[in-house]
């Protein structure tokens, strides 16, 4: 490993600052924020704390910005919230990272309120930006795991033709990179933030990035494979849109659905390796055209603003434009599904039901119904979490007995 000390770099925060990642979502999130969350404690001995109990405090962050989530229908207390800014106080002599992409979905008001809760200046925000043609079919599945049963023909149509569409609204919210860089700029200062280009040639390249902004040694932070974060397959995102169908016909509880699909079958499906000749969701030559049309405003703008930003900015205009297909895309066209994917996506379903609670003896899927952020902590992990939990509950009420 080389241990070379990056803290004379010009691009690192100073000592004792917050670095805010805020996403948008699909832009290398997953990959941070798995390195930091596996390799804590060698962050720690460099003076950085990764904030949060579990990969990423996405609670805290969707208390902060009031957005309901998906396994309650409702947002989370702000009491999470309240809980992230005083893990962060308390480390006022060190450097916290902080990274959620939900956090990417919040107002001007709210971007303010946040940095202001952080510490104000101490806190620099950091956005990340990969191509909006390479964003659009990984948004749109990401929205069918998530509920959605549009097909990604229409769903292009109206984020790329129909700005006044709840679907064009929706992902525009997050992926205006422009209008998102302008509002967390006027939140934490134009030298506070950063715009980080991401060069998907270049796999750990967000990491060693990150290491330089941070100003802690190359390789602090390794590659964290995550299978599961893998995109869908044609055939995979259709069984799920199929099955969102049939559930909201059914009038069952968009909880429930999130349980099951979200993080069971969806969850499931991408644990297994997918066969070379599987279709991909493909992205047709119009939308690609136009969502380089997009960038390059995007662009543009961004450099108008005068934050500092690091890679290449040619690199989020898509290459080749229409070179991908376009038939898969489309809408109403059929889709074949693999009498494989089909059933192992019924396991998944049984799986996060909890059905399996009793059956487990011989089982090479450990689920039992957990949350798939708690099946990839170990036991002590959990352990260890839940002590610390109950030691900090026990502390507040003595303090307040004590008041």
Sequence with gaps: MNRSNALADPRAIPKGSVLLHIGPPKTGTSALQGACHAQRALLASAGVHYAGPGVQPSTAAFAVTRREHPSTGRPPSMRHWRSLVK?????????????????????????????????GERVHVVVTLRPLGK??????????????????????????????????????????????????????????????????RDHDGILRTFEQLLGIPTETLTGHRDTPNRSMTLEEIEVVRAFNQQFADAGLAPSLRYQLMSRGAATHLKRRSPLKDEPRITTPRWALDEANRVAQEMIESIQSIGVKVYGDTSLLLTEGGGAQQEDSAESGTRVSVTPEIAARAAIGVLFASGATRGYESGSKVPAWGEPYDLQRATTLQLLTVAAQRVITSIARRLRRLIR
């Design 87 to 119: 893990e962060v106080a308390s480390h006022r002599n060190e450097t916290v990272l902080i990274s959620s992409e939900f956090f990417a979905g919040a107002s001007a008001e709210q971007a303010h309120e946040i940095v202001a809760a952080l510490g």
């Design 135 to 200: 964003i659009l079919a990984s948004r749109w599945q990401q929205n069918v795991q998530e509920g959605a049963r549009v097909g990604y023909g229409d769903w292009l149509a109206d984020v790329l033709k129909a700005p006044e569409s709840t679907h064009a609204k929706r992902f525009w919210s997050r992926q205006r990179h422009d209008a998102l860089v302008a509002r967390w700029s006027a939140a934490a200062s134009t030298d506070g933030t950063h715009v980080v280009v991401i060069d998907d």
